[in-house]
């Protein structure tokens, strides 16, 4: 079964730090790999996609990186702020099949001063 | 937002009673597609839509129906709500040459 797991689940850190959050996958074929963020109250937004040939994508003080051997991803966050308080949910898209993106279920961030 | 709205944003409803909840973009994409997120849950996939009048089910797709009459809206249609589903409903669409989906604001139903 495709599934898309993430960790951990919340984490609290303080304003100026840096953070790394983790995606383990079981998706196959694999096309592509994309992390959003979901502000509260809001639908997800894209920050980046790789394909699998791809092992490191930026996006500002986003960095993501994936190693499609192990079925790995991490979504680094670098000097955050108090804006960065979101969930961050790790998205796996299949190749083939009729639901085409398997959603991890997030990581809440909550950035305190 | 990629010029997507969604309506109602908000609704309370009875059990056993139609919803009706609805989808509209401006800017022509061909794919959409009706997604529910849930505490503990994924965002899961409901139906989606590859065009007028084509739709397609999802993995939690019973209890809902879908109707694309024409390429700006696509609604999701609750025959008779239970409180099961009771959840945040989002819509998105597909764009771009990555074929990113973009989400809508959400619709947060209540079902008592």
């Known amino acids: 079964k495709n599934q898309v797991e993430q960790s951990p689940q919340s984490l609290i850190i303080l304003e100026g730090k840096n953070c790394t959050l983790q995606?383990?996958?079981?998706?196959?074929?694999?096309?592509?790999l994309r992390w959003y963020k979901q502000d509260t109250g809001r639908g997800p937004v894209s920050l980046t996609i790789?394909?699998?040939?791809?092992n490191t994508k930026s996006n500002g003080r986003y960095t993501a990186t994936l190693d499609a051997d192990t079925k790995q991803s991490s979504l680094h966050i670098t000097a955050s702020q108090l804006s960065d308080s979101a969930s961050y949910i790790c998205v796996v898209s299949v190749r083939s099949g009729n639901t085409p993106l398997v959603f991890g279920k997030g990581t809440r961030l909550s950035v305190i001063a | 937002d990629a010029g997507i709205t969604q309506s109602p944003r908000h609704k309370v409803t009875e059990t056993g009673t139609p919803v009706t909840l609805r989808c509209h973009q401006t800017e022509n994409h061909r794919y959409m597609y009706w997604y529910r997120q849930d505490p503990g849950h994924g965002l899961r996939l409901i139906h989606y839509s590859y065009g007028v009048k084509d739709t397609d089910k999802g993995e939690v797709s019973d209890g809902y129906s879908v109707s694309r009459s024409k390429t700006e809206d696509f609604l999701l249609t609750l025959e008779s709500a239970t409180s099961s589903q009771t959840s945040v409903y989002f819509c998105?669409?597909?764009?771009?040459?990555?074929?990113?989906?973009?989400f809508g604001p959400g619709t947060r139903l209540l079902v008592l």
């Open positions: 998105a669409i597909t764009a771009g040459v990555q074929e990113t989906q973009y």
């Open positions: 995606c383990n996958y079981t998706v196959s074929p694999f096309s592509n």
């Open positions: 790789m394909t699998f040939s791809e």
